[in-house]
């Protein structure tokens, strides 16, 4: 049961059968775990319930036969009781109500005696540590990780929470360079996701906003409109609509199949075009395959937490944000943080609410909260109130597909983001940088060409119509000498060149490792 709570098992606990009345100290822990169960969930009235359980088993004749015989079951007891209320504070938004009792179960653990296995089941300094962060104590927070690693050394959960608080202190770098946290990959999820999110905002009408070279040039997706410009030309025409624009069509999926376009292909509506632009010019081409938007000025950003914070705070110099968090004290901590956003303190999914702050005017509604039901609702209240764009994350990718076109532009599944570093990493050195397209049905690589160390043929030297690529793949644009530049035929490939590559067909990875990196 104590496993099922350390991995969140919510709905396997609440169908958990309840131990025998005779058996105190099980009904005890079985209580606490669907109080930590139903807390989880939001249902937190049916955890005080569960709560209201636990203290009156302590004094009973088996929990105190327990205790002479050596067992520490009341002080256990204790540490749940403790643990199960600061739970439910923290989720009610208590945070010091919450640090309180939580130092009280951490004061508890500490006082057991030594054993392997612990008596408890995991260290309770990790739930302290979480809401301290949540209550801005980062420094109490940092310490609270630092002990609990002094204690149990190498703790995975420990040193996640310490990575996490050093992040957001600015530290990290400091402490995987000192081999204090030792990663081989650093990824910030909340980082990806706020700039995946940023890109939408800056690009209007853009599906999708890849970075590759730092940022030197963007990988867009753009659903082609009735009404755009380009819509029944050639990709060729491109060039004569926006002579002073340098840009390159990597991909078309039409109807769900993927087109290795050319010159001569001809746009057509609904088809999902894929482009390569230098930063800062991508917008104008969004607008040669659709209708024109205008520039994203009010932005609703629905949920407080660090995703939606920093959101906030790369776009308000040049938005009006509106920012919504339920949790007083997060709005609290928020509208101190923020200089130029809007705090708004209560439920994303209040129609009333939305009324008063002129949804109907807003141009992007971004639903970035941990509950994918919240933010699926949200969205779909906004879109039908009339906001001009709608992006949610949804943590379960099978909701994806679900919600998409219901109401919902863009749905966004956090994993599909975050992959692309573990398979920058999978690649080795030769590939800087991966973006995982089309829920990993398509690739977009950044890879290095090199000369082989064997002496194999190599692709240095040849312009870059006369390489030989494997079916599927096509070379968008390339980085050289810290400079993005579109790929053109004529172009000759240089050593050290950054080729952006785009993939229809993942398993081609291994052939354009071969062609432009042989070993």
Sequence with gaps: LLSYVRFGKWKEILSYSAPEQDFKYSTGIYHYARGIAFSSLGKNEE????????????D?????????SGQPSAKLLEIADNLLLGQIEFKNGNYEASIISLKKAVSL???????????????????LGRVLIEAGKFTEAEAVFRKDLEDYPRNGW?????????????????????????VDIHISPEQLITEHIQGLIEIPGSLQVMEFGQGKLNLVAVRAVEG????GHEIGDLKKHMPKIDSRVAAIFRKGESIVPTGSTVIEANDEVFFISKKGEASKVVNEMRKKEEPYKNIIIAGGGKIGARLAKRIESNHRVKIIESSNERAKRLSEKLENSIVLEGNVCDKNLLHDENVENTDVFAAVTNDDEANVMSCLLAKEMGAHKTVAILNNPAYVDLVQTKGID???APSQITIGTFLAEIEGKDVVRVHSLRKGAAEAIEAIAQES???????????LGEISLPEGVTIGALIRDNKGKIAHDHVHLRENDHVILFLTDKSAIKQVKETFAPK
């Design 47 to 58: 955890a005080l319930k569960e709560l209201s359980y636990i203290k009156p088993l302590i």
């Design 60 to 68: 009973t004749p088996e929990i105190k036969n327990l205790v002479k």
């Design 109 to 127: 653990q500490d006082d057991l005696p030594y054993t392997e296995p612990p008596f408890w089941y995991y260290p309770t300094r990790q739930s």
């Design 158 to 182: 420990s040193m996640f929470g310490l990575y996490k608080v050093l992040e957001i202190q600015g530290k990290t770098k400091e402490a995987i360079d000192s081999g204090e946290i030792p």
């Design 228 to 231: 755009g410009p380009m819509i």
């Design 410 to 412: 863009i749905a966004i």
């Design 453 to 463: 160390k064997t002496g194999k043929p190599s692709s240095i030297g040849k312009e």
